[in-house]
């Protein structure tokens, strides 16, 4: 089966940094772009970054550059979020997904896991 | 930047009826724009890819059309599964707002 399992989400205060991880199976992960897309409570879709199967490309929303990094450990089947500087406006659940071969587009998702910033 | 606008806000439909979900890109993007289904408290579905290729296992009462920077998600006849927000989304980044489908 195709899954995709988020987990380190969690409160931290603004201005804190915490790691998002992602836990990927049942797919050949290295031959995928993979994402982070994020929903704020009671709010629509935002996506957040982007990395190509090699790590070759990496892309970041303006709300988050700078302070985000996203990475990925193709031997571990494993993608990351390395969130730094953070703030109340990042609250939100943090979704992995899947990127399409060849077309744009998110095909697998995550759950998601909450992150809570907060004094 | 490429902003994706959504309308209407919110769509009332009656389960049976035909629901016209429209996108709109403030540039081109071909036919490079996705469309998602998404319930309270799931993670999103993707519907539609390449402005109009439905994905793997969407029923066929679900149609995307257009290109350039005007694209329409039809679901023909609504069925009670299919009241949630829509999403649609340009070259695999920004999303549009949603369009909420509820139940008239």
């Known amino acids: 089966e195709v899954q995709l399992v988020e987990s380190g989400g969690g409160l931290v205060k603004p201005g804190g940094s915490l790691r998002l991880s992602c836990a990927a199976s049942?797919?050949?992960?290295?031959?995928?772009?993979m994402n982070w897309v994020r929903q704020a409570p009671g709010k629509g879709l935002e996506w957040v970054s982007s990395?190509?199967?090699?790590?070759?490309?990496?892309y970041y929303a303006d709300s988050v550059k700078g302070r985000f990094t996203i990475s990925r450990d193709n031997a571990k089947n494993s993608l990351y979020l390395q969130m730094n500087s953070l703030r109340a406006e990042d609250t939100a659940v943090y979704y992995c997904a899947r990127g399409m071969v060849k077309y744009s587009g998110m095909d697998v998702w995550g759950q998601g896991t909450t992150v809570t910033v907060s004094s | 930047e490429i902003v994706m606008t959504q309308s209407p806000a919110t769509l009332s439909v009656s389960p049976g009826e035909r629901a016209t979900l429209s996108c709109r890109a403030s540039?081109?993007?071909?036919?490079?724009l996705a469309w998602y289904q998404q319930k309270p408290g799931q993670a999103p579905r993707l519907l539609i890819y390449?402005?109009?290729t439905r994905a793997t296992g969407i029923p066929a009462r679900f149609s995307g059309s257009g290109s350039g920077t005007e694209f329409t998600l039809t679901i023909s006849s609504l069925q009670s599964e299919d009241f949630a927000v829509y999403y649609c989304q340009q070259y695999g980044f920004t999303f549009g707002p949603g369009t909420k489908v509820d139940i008239k």
């Open positions: 049942g797919f050949t992960f290295s031959s995928y772009s």
């Open positions: 990395i190509s199967s090699s790590s070759s490309y990496i």
């Open positions: 540039q081109s993007v071909s036919s490079n």
């Open positions: 390449g402005a109009s």
